[in-house]
């Protein structure tokens, strides 16, 4: 049974830091590319963050550019999401999901975590 469980959510102040984790069970986790998406009520789901099976290639939203950083740990089946300079308007609920291509499209990720909430005031 496939498992993406994301911890790590809270509430901070602006300026604030938290480190998102994604632990993954249940497929080979380390062949697959993996992701972090958010969404806030009402808003198409928006891609924060990519990752491919050995870390080696990254990617981060315009937005997210120098205050996020994405991290694997193979050996652990865990995904990060390292966010500093943490602004109003990342709040959110933050999933994490993987793929077996490198992509940016929601649609192509087969499987996604259930996601963990972000909020952040000003």
């Known amino acids: 049974q496939v498992q993406l469980q994301e911890s790590g959510g809270g509430s901070v102040q602006a300026g604030g830091s938290l480190r998102l984790s994604c632990a993954a069970s249940?497929?080979?986790?380390?062949?697959?590319?993996m992701a972090w998406f958010r969404q806030t009520p009402g808003k198409e789901r928006e891609g924060v963050a990519n990752?491919?099976?050995?870390?080696?290639?990254?990617y981060l939203t315009t937005s997210v550019k120098g205050r996020f950083t994405i991290s694997r740990d193979n050996a652990k089946n865990t995904l990060y999401l390292q966010m500093y300079s943490l602004k109003p308007e990342d709040t959110a609920m933050y999933h994490c999901?993987?793929?077996?291509?490198?992509?940016?499209?929601?649609?192509?990720?087969?499987?996604w975590g259930q996601g963990t909430q972000v909020t952040v005031s000003s």
């Open positions: 990752i491919s099976p050995d870390g080696g290639a990254t």
């Open positions: 249940g497929y080979p986790y380390r062949n697959y590319y």
């Open positions: 999901a993987a793929a077996p291509i490198w992509t940016t499209r929601p649609g192509d990720y087969n499987y």
